[in-house]
């Protein structure tokens, strides 16, 4: 069993940064797999990005290349989103997700990821 906890949301306006923090606890190991995913107000939850416990492989979604970054630290057990250059449309309820995968790269969907946390408000002003 895997417990997820995020935090770091927040109010910031557009063109500020932000960094997300999602702490893991249980059975993490090489092919846990680490994500983010996002929904805003009528939209459905969409993949933001995703990283192997072993850093191996990692993937952003196409709308947050180039602004985010995720990386994750073994030793605190904890997975950071890095965001910066924040738009309005990143406006969402942030979820950390994490799910074991035995390919050579990360999963976009939410259906490999079993465990999930319970979201993290961040909100861009324009």
């Known amino acids: 069993q895997v417990h997820l906890v995020e935090s770091g949301g927040g109010l910031v306006q557009a063109g500020g940064s932000l960094r997300l923090s999602c702490a893991a606890s249980?059975?993490?190991?090489?092919?846990?797999?680490l994500g983010w995913f996002r929904q805003a107000p009528g939209k459905e939850r969409e993949f933001v990005a995703a990283?192997?416990?072993?850093?191996?492989?990692?993937d952003l979604a196409d709308s947050v290349k180039g602004r985010f970054t995720i990386s994750r630290d073994n030793a605190e057990n904890t997975v950071y989103l890095q965001m910066n250059s924040l738009k309005y449309e990143d406006t969402a309820l942030y979820y950390c997700?994490?799910?074991?995968?035995?390919?050579?790269?990360?999963?976009?969907?939410?259906?490999?990821?079993?465990?999930w946390g319970q979201g993290t408000q961040v909100t861009v002003s324009s």
């Open positions: 990283i192997k416990w072993s850093g191996l492989s990692s």
């Open positions: 997700s994490g799910g074991y995968d035995y390919s050579a790269h990360v999963p976009r969907f939410m259906r490999n990821y079993n465990y």
């Open positions: 249980g059975r993490t190991f090489g092919n846990f797999v």
